[in-house]
């Protein structure tokens, strides 16, 4: 089974995005 690498680093960068706009709003409280 073939992945798409451009496809497999856009989800790591959204899951990146995710997390970080998580811990923004922690840090915001």
Known sequence: ???NS???VELI???IQ???N???K???G
């Open 1 to 3: 089974m073939y992945i």
């Open 6 to 8: 451009t496809y497999l």
């Open 13 to 15: 960068l959204k899951k």
């Open 18 to 20: 995710s997390i970080k």
């Open 22 to 24: 998580q811990q923004d």
């Open 26 to 28: 922690f840090s915001t």
